[in-house]
């Protein structure tokens, strides 16, 4: 299941599990323009919702991407390092970010799912 924050930030699990995977959305790489590199997180590194977890820069513009629910990163995307341009050409599959074990799922029950997302981005 993915979920999404107003912070054009994506996360998903599975029902039951802790770990997750987080990214950038559509909405969002396409509001940066092309991404020419991402500072990702350090893997044991522990952050409470709403922290800056990684920094995206575009030609345009560097963003904060802020990890949408409590945890500890586990990994993160090597390919993504090697090319940053994965987060424009597939932000939803090949350009993740970093994976989380969350420390406090029923966070994760507060984020938009994706008709209340697609909503919200299409005012934004």
């Given at each position: 299941m993915r979920k999404f924050?107003?912070?054009?930030?994506?996360?998903?699990?599975e029902d039951g599990a802790s770990h997750a995977v987080v990214?950038?959305?559509?909405?969002a790489q396409e509001?940066?323009?092309?991404?020419?590199?991402?500072?990702l997180p350090e893997i044991g590194k522990a952050f409470a919702k709403g922290d800056v977890a990684a920094v995206v820069e575009s030609v345009k513009a560097a963003a904060d991407?802020?990890?949408?629910?409590?945890?500890?990163?586990?990994?993160i995307?090597?390919?993504?390092?090697?090319?940053?341009?994965?987060?424009?050409?597939?932000?939803l599959e090949a350009g993740w970010f970093f994976t989380i074990d969350?420390?406090?799922p029923a966070e994760f029950e507060t984020l938009?799912?994706?008709?209340?997302y697609d909503a919200f981005s299409a005012s934004a």
């Open positions: 924050t107003s912070d054009h930030v994506w996360i998903q699990h990214g950038i959305t559509v909405h509001a940066l323009g092309d991404v020419v590199f991402v500072e991407v802020y990890i949408p629910v409590s945890g500890t990163v586990t990994g995307n090597p390919a993504l390092r090697d090319d940053p341009a994965l987060a424009n050409t597939a932000p969350m420390q406090n938009m799912d994706d008709a209340a």
